[in-house]
């Protein structure tokens, strides 16, 4: 698929490019332990990254690319950012014509959706809330 259609889509949806990668910042302040991006996105082509930056797909168009990698970092977010998370991930793959993959295993928004709050609630649980200063000081250890 060439590169200019996803790099259009991503900016339009808000995602900024840097690099060979996109980002979607948060829409309020980070406290310095916690992530200032929601997602972030790599593009790769056969299995390998795709190097082209934000001024290399405006001035030539860009390559091609085959899929992309979409991260959420769950423990240095607080967990309201999930939903706004999960629908952005499927809002892109719905444009695209892509299916969405967590663990190898082609899944659906409200699937994993359940999976990201169960993951929250484990680390409630067994640690501290994800987001948290005290979260952020046990990760430091791990």
């Given amino acids: 698929m060439p ?3 996803l790099h259009n889509l991503l900016l339009k949806l808000g995602f900024k490019s840097e690099d060979d990668f996109y980002f979607l910042d948060r829409p309020d302040k980070a406290s310095p332990w916690q992530s200032i991006s929601i997602l972030d996105i790599d593009v790769f082509l056969g299995g390998l990254p795709v190097y082209e930056t934000n001024e290399d797909v405006q001035d030539t168009g860009g390559g091609k690319w085959d899929w992309i990698k979409i991260s959420y970092n769950l423990s240095s977010l607080p967990e309201n950012f999930i939903d706004v998370s999960c629908a952005k991930i499927f809002h892109i793959a719905e444009e695209l014509g892509l299916k969405v993959y967590y663990k190898n295993e082609e899944i659906h ?5 359940r999976i990201f709050k169960s993951y ?8 501290a809330a994800p987001g948290s200063e005290d979260l952020a000081l046990i990760m430091q250890y791990f």
């Fill in 109 to 113: 928004e409200t699937n994993l959706l």
């Fill in 3 to 5: 590169r200019m259609k």
């Fill in 120 to 127: 929250c609630e484990d680390l409630k649980t067994k640690y």
